[in-house]
C-alpha cells in the first residue's frame, strides 16, 4: 500500500514538474518560428565577394535576389557601360566575373529581323547588344561549338572571344584597363577563354539560366521593372509577432 502511495505521488510530483517545461518549449519554438519570419522578412542582396561592381550592377543583382526573379536558376548581369560580365549562383554568389567586348554600337535594341540576315549586310549602326532579361542556355553553333544562346531572335550569344581576324585585336582589348575598346561585335558577348570554361559553362551546364544585360539609354527599372532594395527595406515594417518574438529572444540571450 505504501509502495503504491509512494508511486501515485511521483508520478504526480513529475506531472506537476513537467507542464511549466512543455509550455515554456512550446513557446520557444512560437517564439523561433516568429523571429525566422521575421528574419525572411530582411532584404536579401547578392554576394560580390570583393569584386568591384558599378553601383547599377549592383542593384540589379540585390533586386535580382530579393525578388527571386531568376526563378531559382543561376544568372548573369551583363553591365554594357563597364563592359563587364558578372555569373552568380541561383542564390546568389558571385561565381566569377570578366571583362567583356560587346555591340559596335551603343543603343538597348535590335534591328527587326537582324537574327536571319548576314552578317556581311549588317550597318555598323545595328550592331548594338539588346538589354533585357533573356532565358538563356547553353547549345552549338555551326561550327559545333558550345555558346551560351541569350537571345536566339536576335542571335545574341555569349561565347569564348573570337580571335580569328587578328587586325580586331580582341584578346587585346579584353585585357585593356579601358571600357573605350571593347566594343566591336556584332552584338554578341565575348567573353576571355578561360572565363567561359571555368566559369560560364559550368554555371549553366544542366539548367537554363538567365542573363540581364544592363540597359545604357534607358533606366534599369524601365527594362526590367526593378526596384531599389534598400529603399524599400526603409519602408518595411516588422509584423507585430515578429516584434514580440524578437524581445522575447533578446530576453531569454540575457
Same mark, same amino acid.
Given at each position: 500500500?505504501?509502495?503504491?502511495?509512494?508511486?501515485?505521488?511521483?508520478?504526480?510530483?513529475?506531472?506537476?514538474?513537467?507542464?511549466?517545461?512543455?509550455?515554456?518549449?512550446?513557446?520557444?519554438?512560437?517564439?523561433?518560428?516568429?523571429?525566422?519570419?521575421?528574419?525572411?522578412?530582411?532584404?536579401?542582396?547578392?554576394?560580390?565577394?570583393?569584386?568591384?561592381?558599378?553601383?547599377?550592377?549592383?542593384?540589379?543583382?540585390?533586386?535580382?535576389? $530579393?525578388?527571386?526573379?531568376?526563378?531559382?536558376?543561376?544568372?548573369?548581369?551583363?553591365?554594357?557601360?563597364?563592359?563587364?560580365?558578372?555569373?552568380?549562383?541561383?542564390?546568389?554568389?558571385?561565381?566569377?566575373?570578366?571583362?567583356?567586348?560587346?555591340?559596335?554600337?551603343?543603343?538597348?535594341?535590335?534591328?527587326?529581323?537582324?537574327?536571319?540576315?548576314?552578317?556581311?549586310?549588317?550597318?555598323?549602326?545595328?550592331?548594338?547588344?539588346?538589354?533585357?532579361?533573356?532565358?538563356?542556355?547553353? $547549345?552549338?553553333?555551326?561550327?559545333?561549338?558550345?555558346?551560351?544562346?541569350?537571345?536566339?531572335?536576335?542571335?545574341?550569344?555569349?561565347?569564348?572571344?573570337?580571335?580569328?581576324?587578328?587586325?580586331?585585336?580582341?584578346?587585346?582589348?579584353?585585357?585593356?584597363?579601358?571600357?573605350?575598346?571593347?566594343?566591336?561585335?556584332?552584338?554578341?558577348?565575348?567573353?576571355?577563354?578561360?572565363?567561359?570554361?571555368?566559369?560560364?559553362?559550368?554555371?549553366?551546364?544542366?539548367?537554363?539560366?538567365?542573363?540581364?544585360?544592363?540597359?545604357?539609354?534607358?533606366?534599369?527599372?524601365?527594362?526590367?521593372?526593378?526596384?531599389?532594395?534598400?529603399?524599400?527595406?526603409?519602408?518595411?515594417?516588422?509584423?507585430?509577432?515578429?516584434?514580440?518574438?524578437?524581445?522575447?529572444?533578446?530576453?531569454?540571450?540575457?
Amino acid at each position: 500500500m505504501a509502495r503504491g502511495l509512494c508511486l501515485v505521488l511521483v508520478v504526480a510530483s513529475f506531472s506537476a514538474q513537467s507542464a511549466p517545461a512543455l509550455e515554456d518549449g512550446a513557446y520557444l519554438r512560437a517564439s523561433h518560428s516568429a523571429v525566422q519570419a521575421a528574419t525572411e522578412e530582411r532584404p536579401k542582396r547578392a554576394n560580390f565577394e570583393q569584386e568591384p561592381a558599378s553601383p547599377e550592377a549592383r542593384d540589379i543583382a540585390n533586386w535580382v535576389v $530579393d525578388s527571386a526573379d531568376n526563378h531559382r536558376m543561376p544568372f548573369a548581369i551583363v553591365d554594357k557601360a563597364q563592359a563587364k560580365v558578372f555569373v552568380f549562383t541561383a542564390d546568389g554568389r558571385l561565381r566569377g566575373a570578366a571583362s567583356a567586348l560587346l555591340g559596335l554600337s551603343r543603343g538597348d535594341d535590335s534591328v527587326p529581323d537582324i537574327g536571319k540576315r548576314k552578317l556581311s549586310s549588317i550597318r555598323p549602326e545595328e550592331r548594338t547588344t539588346p538589354a533585357g532579361r533573356f532565358v538563356a542556355s547553353l $547549345d552549338r553553333n555551326l561550327k559545333g561549338e558550345e555558346i551560351l544562346w541569350v537571345d536566339y531572335e536576335t542571335a545574341i550569344s555569349m561565347h569564348r572571344v573570337i580571335t580569328s581576324n587578328a587586325k580586331e585585336r580582341r584578346a587585346q582589348r579584353l585585357d585593356s584597363p579601358s571600357t573605350l575598346d571593347n566594343r566591336i561585335s556584332y552584338g554578341c558577348i565575348n567573353v576571355p577563354v578561360k572565363f567561359y570554361e571555368n566559369v560560364l559553362s559550368p554555371a549553366f551546364t544542366g539548367t537554363d539560366g538567365i542573363v540581364y544585360v544592363l540597359p545604357e539609354t534607358r533606366s534599369a527599372r524601365e527594362v526590367f521593372g526593378s526596384y531599389d532594395v534598400d529603399e524599400r527595406a526603409g519602408l518595411k515594417i516588422p509584423s507585430r509577432d515578429s516584434s514580440i518574438a524578437l524581445g522575447a529572444a533578446a530576453n531569454l540571450a540575457k
